[in-house]
């Protein structure tokens, strides 16, 4: 998380802010396709760094890539400008129309921090089009390119995928909502979560701090957001171990099969994640990946936040999990993901997020 934070700060003293961004046309085109303007000759020199940074697999368990690359030409870069993820690629020093384009579009003072290594990212958000972020990636020389691709590649995606995130929570937040249980779970558990219809209440107890909510659409998935907590806790319990065994503790109560002969645990052996993360201000132990019946019958991903809030003395867990054997599962993980985003400690006299 700190890497992603200090290119986000090294960023913003470069972001050119889009004017009149109300007065755009949307963006086109699928929000997991990255439209790669970059010389042929360069793209051959660098194919592994990029595909090392935007296509890189993720399992679910099925190997899935947030991003799909599709390469053009500079020349076909007006054709392509309303295009919702671009990123532009080349070396300031090159004697190709990369280079021509690059010294151009970068200012000299820019330029000078690229030639000393101290800046090689630009993004700009809504540049062309609304709900469009286009990247410049740019070294001195093509190496400077491929060393800083190679040592920042994740954060180059996750620059992406922020944008796509910030999308689809706007416009999860536009889409019709269960305002009953939203207001059941702000009146009786004291936080707060956008729940779009088609979600119900699977299960709810107040004797473990603990709300299950599901949906089953598409047909043949499965999804389930989990809430818990902990009064009079203690931030001291923001640790790995306490993640882990708070997930299989509540999952063998709540994940159960139908005839209580199976029930969920985690996949400790395949592609397990922890992370220190920012939500929503809070310092966060974040955990990824994949859950399993204990007797292997199914399984899929999942995405946890471990957090204390101050105001509430709460330690809360939230969880999100799918089940889609036919289905690609990246976007279903994502809206779960996204959904938890909108999770909010309340103050008895607020009712839902906003």
């Not at 296509?55 to 007006?78: A, N, S, Y």
């Not at 280079?99 to 151009?104: E, I, L, N, P």
């Amino acid at each position: 998380m700190r890497a992603h934070l200090s290119l986000f700060v090294i960023a913003s003293l470069v972001l050119l802010s889009a004017c009149d961004i109300d007065g755009k046309n949307e963006a086109i085109g699928d929000n997991d396709v990255i439209t790669l303007i970059c010389d042929s000759s360069d793209y051959d020199a660098l194919q592994e760094v990029i595909e090392n940074a935007f296509t890189k697999p993720f399992f679910t368990p099925q190997p899935e890539v947030w991003f799909r690359i599709v390469r053009h030409d500079l020349g076909d870069l007006l054709d392509v400008k309303k295009d919702r993820n671009i990123v532009i690629i080349g070396a300031l020093d090159a004697g190709n129309s990369m280079g021509d384009y690059m010294r151009s579009a970068l200012d000299a003072d820019v330029q000078a921090l690229v030639r000393k290594g101290e800046q090689h990212v630009f993004v700009q958000r809504d540049l062309w089009y609304r709900g469009q972020t286009v990247m410049h990636i740019a070294g001195a020389t093509l190496d400077d390119v491929r060393n800083y691709m190679t040592s920042h590649g994740p954060e180059l995606e996750y620059f992406l995928k922020s944008a796509w995130d910030e999308r689809e929570r706007k416009r999860l937040l536009r889409m019709p909502r269960e305002e009953d249980i939203e207001q059941r779970l702000a009146e009786k558990h004291g936080f707060g979560m956008c729940v779009i219809k088609d979600w119900f209440v699977g299960k709810d107890s107040s004797a473990i701090g603990a709300v299950l909510l599901r949906r089953q659409s598409p047909a043949e998935t499965e999804r389930w957001v989990l809430v818990h907590y902990v009064d009079n806790a203690s931030p001291e319990m923001l640790t790995n171990d306490v993640a882990y065994a708070t997930r299989n503790r509540l999952s063998e109560i709540l994940y159960r099969t139908y005839d209580d002969s199976s029930w969920v645990v985690i996949d400790s052996v395949n592609y397990l994640q922890f992370d220190e993360v920012n939500f929503q201000d809070r310092f966060a132990i974040r955990m990824k990946g994949l859950w399993r019946m204990n007797d292997y019958s199914m399984g899929g991903p999942f995405v946890s936040y471990l957090f204390y809030d101050e105001q509430q003395r709460r330690l809360y867990f939230i969880d999100g999990s799918a089940f889609a054997p036919k289905y690609e599962k990246k976007k279903l993980i994502q809206d779960l993901d996204v959904m938890l985003s909108t999770f909010k400690a309340l103050p008895r006299n607020e009712k839902t997020p906003s």
